[in-house]
């Protein structure tokens, strides 16, 4: 019953209520902390159907609530919001709970079936920097949604067809002849000298075979053999920054294999396709630009700007079409939902993609996208050069042989992925308070460390069990505090996976860091404050069992953000 106070009070409040009303009610934390713990907008919703004052229902529901003692201080606020605060008995009560390992752990998903579609880089190069913020929290919100119970399916889409594939081929194969002759690099090629070790490879098992051949001979082989290095190469980035996907899907095999066409055929068949002339794409001087007839998607019936092309001049497929013919397979699969997260540059493709699936789904499904702004890389204030070696980017390689995979997986969380972030190489491996990373770490630490500091002084005594403590002994105002914050860690796994924010789980943890350290520096004014006295082994022992509840928190969010705790900060 108590494994999650928001969830137990939610059902307590919507008890007040009909079944047709429940839905509509609502607990949540007051803007302003005097209100009190908690709020609901039971009175306002209630007010609707009774066609009554919102604030004359608050105060007679006030009245009722006070009947139980699990609320405390009810108050009434314009225009009707009902608050209340935990009682500390509650609270205390509450305690045990937070030791569970799967404390925070809330059946939300109800095995529903996601699809979640994270970094998909183009394969023609080593992954950039920049993908790491879209990879790590799709791979956070990947983890927190398994969690509280959603079957999840994490997706790689590769884009392995296309001009871009042409060139990188290309690229390859101007690098590979320059291993027998020397040769400047033309300008249309990819720079980077990362695949000069691609061409090695074919160079190792193939020698001279390729040079001085007609491109029919080698394009094919070329591009396929540029695509899995590649591949390789990234998944290899993916795996050192803690990130497995379930399924790679290829584009190429979307087109080869008929897929776009079965799309069109069902386009056809309800009249959602149509040979028309787009007109000039609006605030763009294009001098290049030919009016001619294409065969047009009707997009616009489905929410978007305007129609959109499937075919190219040359009679090719657009990256569109086949894009729709990929999300036409993940409805295929029967997916619940399907996620996808993409770069803020994308944002312009968000609208034509998502209405292609309601096209497919006749309604029934709907994609939703994250956008995730840039990030900036700084070293000693400045932003960091490009890489040589990439040859116009910072690679995630960089990133990772620079500060490790915990760094970048925690400080890819604390921004909203809306909003941009600045990486300092500096910055994040700071010991200090101004690093976030290290506050939550060093609170973690501590524990351990007084843990280790009760056991040597009480040696003696029998290991009593989180039942066995005087928990009422847990009665300053700090410790309280910090009980109120451990108890919201339900709430926030719950409201970070139904809004799909990872980054709450960030947010969290520097308020749960701060609460900790809080109580711990009261203990430098105070001796009676300290987490262990030596001659009073009933109080020591309760707050052992209050920092073992701070220690279980700090790992499952950690084991959700995919870092690893550390017992001791050197």
Same mark, same amino acid.
Request: glycine fraction near 6%; charge should be neutral; include cysteine.
């Given at each position: 019953?108590?494994?999650?106070?928001?969830?137990?009070?939610?059902?307590?409040?919507?008890?007040?209520?009909?079944?047709?009303?429940?839905?509509?009610?609502?607990v949540d934390i007051p803007r302003e902390e005097s209100f009190g713990d908690f709020?609901?907008?039971?009175?306002?919703?209630?007010? =609707?159907?009774?066609?009554?004052?919102?604030? %004359? !229902?608050?105060?007679?529901?006030?009245?009722?609530?006070?009947?139980?003692?699990?609320?405390?201080? &009810?108050?009434? *606020?314009?225009?009707?919001?009902?608050?209340?605060?935990?009682?500390?008995?509650?609270?205390?009560?509450?305690?045990?709970?937070?030791?569970?390992?799967?404390?925070?752990?809330?059946?939300?998903?109800?095995?529903?079936?996601?699809?979640?579609?994270?970094?998909?880089?183009?394969?023609?190069?080593?992954?950039?920097?920049?993908?790491?913020?879209?990879?790590?929290?799709?791979?956070?919100?990947?983890?927190?949604?398994?969690?509280?119970?959603?079957?999840?399916?994490?997706?790689?889409?590769?884009?392995?067809?296309?001009?871009?594939?042409?060139?990188?081929?290309?690229?390859?194969?101007?690098?590979?002849?320059?291993?027998?002759?020397?040769?400047?690099?033309?300008? +249309?090629?990819?720079?980077?000298?990362?695949? !000069?070790?691609?061409?090695?490879?074919?160079? %190792?098992?193939?020698?001279?075979?390729?040079?001085?051949?007609? %491109?029919? %001979? +080698?394009?094919?082989?070329? =591009?396929?053999?540029?695509?899995?290095?590649?591949?390789?190469?990234?998944?290899?980035?993916?795996?050192?920054?803690?990130?497995?996907?379930?399924?790679?899907?290829?584009?190429? *095999?979307?087109?080869?294999?008929?897929a776009v066409e079965k799309i069109l055929e069902f386009f056809q068949s309800n009249?959602?396709?149509?040979?028309?002339?787009?007109?000039?794409?609006?605030?763009?001087?294009?001098?290049?630009?030919?009016?001619?007839?294409? &065969?047009?998607?009707?997009?616009?019936a489905f929410g978007d700007d305007v129609d959109r092309p499937l075919q190219k001049?040359? #009679?090719?497929?657009?990256?569109?079409?086949?894009?729709?013919?990929?999300?036409?397979?993940?409805?295929?699969?029967?997916?619940?939902?399907?996620?996808?997260?993409?770069?803020?540059?994308?944002?312009?493709?968000?609208?034509?993609?998502?209405?292609?699936?309601?096209?497919?789904?006749?309604?029934?499904?709907?994609?939703?996208?994250?956008?995730?702004?840039?990030?900036?890389?700084?070293?000693?204030? *400045?932003?960091? *050069?490009?890489?040589?070696?990439? #040859?116009?980017?910072?690679?995630?390689?960089?990133?990772?042989?620079?500060?490790?995979?915990?760094?970048?997986?925690?400080?890819?969380?604390?921004?909203?992925?809306?909003?941009?972030?600045?990486?300092?190489?500096?910055?994040?491996?700071?010991?200090?308070?101004?690093?976030?990373?290290?506050?939550?770490?060093?609170?973690?630490?501590?524990?351990?460390?007084?843990? =280790?500091?009760?056991?040597?002084?009480?040696?003696?005594?029998?290991?009593?069990?989180?039942?066995?403590?005087?928990?009422?002994?847990?009665?300053? $105002?700090? $410790?309280?505090?910090?009980?109120?914050?451990?108890?919201?860690?339900?709430?926030?796994?719950?409201?970070?996976? =139904?809004?799909?924010?990872?980054?709450?789980?960030?947010?969290?943890?520097?308020?749960?860091?701060?609460?900790?350290?809080?109580?711990?520096?009261?203990?430098?004014?105070?001796?009676?404050?300290?987490?262990?006295?030596?001659?009073?082994?009933?109080?020591?022992?309760?707050?052992?069992?209050?920092?073992?509840?701070?220690?279980?928190?700090?790992?499952?969010?950690?084991?959700?953000?995919?870092?690893?705790?550390?017992?001791?900060?050197?």
């Open positions: 019953m108590l494994r999650a106070l928001f969830l137990y009070y939610t059902d307590l409040i919507r008890d007040c209520v009909g079944d047709d009303q429940r839905d509509s009610v609502a709020s609901s907008n039971i009175a306002l919703v209630m007010a =609707k159907k009774l066609a009554r004052s919102p604030l %004359e !229902i608050a105060e007679e529901l006030c009245g009722r609530l006070k009947l139980h003692a699990e609320f405390a201080d &009810l108050s009434v *606020k314009s225009p009707g919001f009902i608050n209340w605060r935990i009682p500390a008995d509650l609270l205390r009560r509450h305690c045990p709970a937070l030791l569970d390992r799967d404390f925070g752990k809330i059946n939300l998903g109800n095995g529903r079936r996601v699809n979640l579609e994270y970094v998909s880089a183009n394969p023609t190069g080593p992954l950039h920097a920049g993908h790491a913020r879209a990879a790590v929290s799709g791979d956070v919100l990947a983890n927190l949604l398994s969690f509280v119970g959603y079957d999840v399916t994490r997706e790689y889409y590769i884009n392995d067809a296309g001009k871009q594939i042409e060139i990188l081929a290309k690229s390859l194969y101007c690098r590979y002849c320059g291993l027998f002759q020397e040769s400047p690099l033309p300008d +249309w090629a990819y720079p980077g000298e990362y695949l !000069i070790d691609t061409a090695k490879k074919i160079k %190792e098992k193939h020698g001279n075979d390729f040079v001085e051949k007609d %491109e029919a %001979e +080698w394009l094919s082989f070329f =591009k396929t053999f540029a695509i899995n290095d590649m591949m390789d190469c990234i998944k290899t980035d993916l795996r050192d920054l803690g990130i497995f996907h379930d399924i790679f899907s290829s584009e190429l *095999k979307f087109i080869d294999g008929g009249d959602l396709v149509y040979e028309g002339i787009l007109a000039t794409p609006k605030g763009k001087e294009m001098d290049d630009w030919e009016a001619r007839e294409q &065969l047009l998607f009707r997009s616009t001049s040359d #009679g090719s497929w657009t990256y569109f079409a086949s894009d729709i013919a990929y999300h036409g397979d993940k409805i295929a699969r029967k997916f619940d939902e399907m996620i996808n997260f993409w770069g803020a540059d994308h944002g312009g493709y968000v609208k034509r993609l998502q209405s292609a699936v309601r096209a497919l789904s006749q309604g029934q499904k709907k994609l939703d996208v994250k956008l995730v702004q840039m990030v900036r890389f700084m070293q000693n204030g *400045k932003e960091m *050069k490009m890489s040589k070696r990439a #040859g116009t980017f910072v690679t995630v390689r960089d990133v990772l042989d620079s500060v490790g995979r915990d760094a970048i997986r925690y400080f890819m969380l604390t921004r909203r992925d809306d909003a941009p972030l600045d990486f300092d190489f500096q910055k994040v491996v700071e010991q200090n308070r101004d690093n976030p990373m290290f506050y939550v770490q060093y609170a973690y630490a501590r524990t351990h460390s007084v843990l =280790k500091q009760f056991a040597a002084i009480f040696s003696q005594m029998p290991t009593p069990t989180a039942a066995q403590v005087n928990l009422d002994l847990l009665d300053s $105002e700090a $410790e309280l505090k910090l009980l109120k914050t451990l108890s919201d860690w339900p709430r926030q796994v719950f409201m970070a996976a =139904k809004n799909r924010e990872p980054h709450r789980l960030t947010f969290y943890l520097a308020e749960l860091a701060s609460d900790f350290h809080f109580l711990w520096n009261q203990g430098k004014d105070n001796a009676m404050l300290r987490f262990v006295l030596a001659n009073d082994f009933e109080k020591s022992a309760a707050r052992m069992v209050l920092l073992e509840a701070v220690q279980n928190v700090i790992e499952s969010a950690f084991r959700i953000i995919g870092v690893a705790p550390a017992r001791e900060l050197r």
